[in-house]
Every structure is written in structure tokens, then in C-alpha cells.
């Protein structure tokens, strides 16, 4: 594979139900290290707020930036990783050391999915606190925040998060979408995918095109017209090609926009 040459490492960033390893990226990291880049992980947790992530990915940020003695990384971020970075960048003050931003379905103005689920009054008892805390811990976080998270992500709250994290001028933002055709192009978000359309219209089975798209430059990945590309599956879970297409090679597309932005 031809070497690329990125001048700033990236650091991919995962979303929520989700840890740095080969089962969830899939082929990605070892796709854009045969391309000559350095690739590091984010090392959030699974189940924790906005602020508790974006302190952990602080960390691997600082990590990786003495590891490669460059001044700057690239943030490519899935789902909720999207604003756990945006948090880090604005509210942490550490947008001197981030040269861009590339979210992927993330959910930028909110999750109708987690006010369908807030929203119910039983969520907030102390047994179903317990119960979920407990379960959310088999994903190996030490201090799992579900409830926290959930109170982060509502449309509600995320109006507000937006007004306190505006982008920062020195970073450069770009976002990417997909979609799916209906809930059986993936089973496994066969009824969150119907909920969001009913509320939102079209989406990936998690996150709507509505609020995923963030800024002036936003892709929408597009599968063959007979089926989409899901929220999961855009990380390349099944390490096959979707709908017609090679989601590795998408990150080596996102990798050559960067390039060409001289990140």
C-alpha cells in the first residue's frame, strides 16, 4: 500500500457500548497504519459522561504527542466520541494541540433515542440505577456514569453543551454521515431505526442525519440504492464491505482530506 503523509498522528475515538479493540474498529487502525500512519486510541470509557471521557482522552491526547514529538493530532471521532472531543477541544482548553476534528455519526444535537428512554420515570429509580450500573460494568469502566451520560446526550441538554463548546477558530471540523434504507439493512437497530424516522426522518438506526451533520463540511457515505450503511457498521464490525462499500478505505479517504488540509 502506498505510504501517506499525514503530518499530525490520529487518534480514533469511540462512541458509547463501545472499547478500543480489533472487535470494534474492525480493520480500521491496521488499515491506516499499513498507510504509513501513526494511529493511536482515545482509551474512553464505555458508559462515562461527556466531561469524564474528554479527561481520558486528555490523557491519551498527551500520550500521543510525546510518543511522536509532533504539536498537534488529528481527532477522528465515531458517535459519541464526536463530543467527548469537542468538550476536550472548547471546555479544556486544548485546541492548540488538535489540528482537526472528523466526526462520524455523531449525535451533535442530541439523541432522540436517549429522550425516548430519559424520559421515562422509572429510569431514574434507585433499582434501575443499580441494575443498569451493574450490567454497564461488564464493558470493564471502573466508574460507569450511564445516567450521567444519558442527562448529557438529550436534545435538551445538548442545546446547551453547543452554546458552551463553540468550535474553535485553530481546529479544522468536518463531519460524515450514513444512513440505512430502512430497519432491516441491520436487525440490530431494526427498532431504534423506525422511532428516530418517526421523530427525525432518515437516520443510520442511532443517530439522525439531522443531528449528525456538524459545519459546512459534511460527507454523507452512501451505500448501493438497495441498501445503507448503519451506525455500527460504520466502524467496520462486520470487516466486510457494506452496501458496495470498503469502510476502511473511507477513513483512507478522510485521511487523504486531511492531507490535502496539511494535517
Not at 498537534?72 to 486544548?94: M, P, Q
Not at 460527507?219 to 457498521?233: A, D, P, Q, V
Not at 483512507?252 to 482530506?257: A, C, G, K, Q, Y
Amino acid at each position: 500500500m502506498e505510504k501517506k503523509k499525514l503530518k499530525y498522528p490520529v487518534i480514533l475515538v469511540h462512541g458509547i457500548a463501545a472499547k478500543d479493540n480489533n472487535l470494534f474498529w474492525g480493520r480500521i487502525p491496521e488499515t491506516l497504519r499499513s498507510a504509513g500512519i501513526d494511529v493511536f486510541l482515545g482509551n474512553t470509557d464505555s458508559w462515562s459522561g461527556i466531561e469524564r471521557n474528554a479527561l481520558l482522552l486528555k490523557e491519551s491526547v498527551d500520550s500521543a504527542l510525546e510518543k511522536c514529538g509532533t504539536e498537534k493530532v488529528n481527532l477522528i471521532a465515531h458517535s459519541k466520541g464526536g463530543i467527548d472531543s469537542r468538550f476536550l477541544i472548547s471546555t479544556l482548553g486544548y485546541a492548540p494541540k488538535i489540528a482537526s476534528l472528523t466526526t462520524i455519526s455523531t449525535p451533535h444535537l442530541g439523541s432522540e433515542i436517549v429522550d425516548f428512554v430519559y424520559n421515562k420515570k422509572y429510569i431514574h429509580s434507585k433499582l434501575a440505577k443499580a441494575i443498569t450500573n451493574s450490567l454497564v460494568r461488564l464493558y470493564g469502566d471502573k466508574s460507569p456514569e450511564l445516567h450521567t451520560m444519558l442527562g448529557d446526550l438529550n436534545t435538551k441538554n445538548m442545546i446547551k453543551f453547543n452554546l458552551q463548546n463553540p468550535d474553535a477558530n485553530s481546529v479544522y471540523y468536518s463531519s460524515y454521515q450514513s444512513f440505512i434504507m430502512s430497519g432491516f439493512d441491520d436487525l440490530s437497530h431494526f427498532l431504534t431505526y423506525y422511532l428516530i424516522k418517526r421523530v427525525s426522518g432518515a437516520n443510520d438506526g442511532v443517530v439522525s442525519l439531522k443531528s449528525s451533520k456538524w459545519g459546512d463540511n459534511c460527507t454523507l457515505i452512501k451505500g448501493l440504492k438497495w441498501g445503507g450503511i448503519s451506525h455500527s457498521e460504520i466502524v467496520d464490525i462486520k470487516r466486510r464491505k457494506i452496501s458496495g462499500v470498503d469502510v476502511p478505505a473511507e477513513y483512507l479517504n478522510i485521511v487523504d482530506m486531511l492531507i490535502s488540509k496539511g494535517f
